[in-house]
């Protein structure tokens, strides 16, 4: 008996082999399961996914890139608004920049602002909260 784990990489190319082998999405499955002896390392319905990718052409075995969206704004452009016009409302901040109300909370909160008789201001720490 080998020692040998496939990783999913292994496990998606023995896939693509199947794949012109003409065997089946269900079939590989159970090859690959007997022959590595895998207990929940590949699925049935992942090996449909992949038979899907290689019917429409796509090969591509590879771990697609994925992590945070990128930002749509900095703190930068947010706080150059409050400069010009530090009056306007979360809503209206929010329309400028394309983005939710609840996005432009969440970076004013960030960056420590407040709104007080209706401007934006920095809050200041009280010896309180020190």
Known sequence: ????????????????????????????????????????MLLVKQCFEWFKKFKSGDFDVRNEERGKPPKKFTDNELQALLDEDDTQTQQ????????????????LKAMGKIQKVGKWK????????L
């Open 1 to 40: 008996m080998s020692s040998f784990v496939p990783t999913n990489y292994d496990l998606r190319t023995a896939l693509v082999f199947c794949y012109h082998l003409k065997k089946t999405a269900a079939e590989s499955h159970r090859m690959l399961v007997e022959a590595y002896m895998l207990v929940n």
């Open 92 to 107: 209206e901040l929010a329309d400028q920049l394309n983005v939710t109300q609840k996005t432009i909370s969440i970076r």
């Open 122 to 129: 920095t809050a200041r720490k009280s010896k309180n909260h």
